[in-house]
């Protein structure tokens, strides 16, 4: 009972904080990093409906299709984890509405961007889950075709970034992007490697 209500803790701290870096630090300064919550930044600025909104129908849409083409065991942890994040966001819009970023030091808030979201992730992966969004495009195609689950991810996020010069006509937007998704990979490896050390040491 102790196992499973530490590893649901874990399933919603991570999601929580990648909910706060997200919708604090990501949303009100546009930064787009790939995933289904760049596309959501790239949706917002066209006034077609808030972030948070297209994030929760389109996981919602992605999870109904991966549980009929991914099976029932698919739906488990990156359904709760997903919905969460997606319920998460929209209630923030509805709880603290923000016209204009928190701070006005833009580099500082681009840590936190990446900071957060990377933790809750790196959690989420060393036990076993995911946040849904691109991963499960990234699954779908993957059971049809022989490419891998990384290279699906990643040309995701290509598209997603890429699309933003036609929504900012910016492509230092573009680039500043490209950099960003490097950046939170190798923040990702560091964490996720960090603990799989620790766990490692503390097994000896």
């Not at 319920?87 to 928190?102: C, F, G, H, N």
């Amino acid at each position: 009972m102790k196992s499973k209500l530490r590893h649901f803790f874990l399933l919603t701290f991570s999601t929580l904080v990648m909910a706060a870096g997200t919708y604090f630090f990501k949303f009100p300064n546009h930064f787009t990093f790939g995933g289904i919550t760049g596309l959501a930044v790239l949706v917002a600025k066209t006034g077609v409906m808030s972030a948070g909104d297209f994030n929760f129908i389109t996981n919602m849409i992605l999870l109904i299709i991966g549980f009929f083409i991914l099976g029932k065991k698919f739906a488990a942890k990156t359904a709760y984890c997903s919905i969460l994040l997606s319920v998460a966001l929209s209630a923030l819009e509805r709880i603290y509405p923000m016209s204009a970023p928190l701070t006005n030091q833009p580099m500082l808030e681009l840590c936190f961007a990446i900071a957060l979201p990377s933790l809750g992730s790196a959690i989420l992966f060393n036990i076993g889950s995911s946040s849904g969004g691109t991963d499960i495009i990234a699954a779908i195609i993957h059971k049809y075709r022989d490419v891998t689950l990384g290279r699906m991810i990643m040309a995701c996020d290509v598209i997603i970034i890429t699309s933003c010069y036609f929504i900012f006509n910016d492509w230092r937007r573009v680039i500043f992007g490209f950099v960003t998704l490097f950046v939170i990979g190798i923040v990702l490896d560091y964490i996720v490697n960090g603990a799989r050390q620790i766990g490692r040491a503390s097994c000896r």
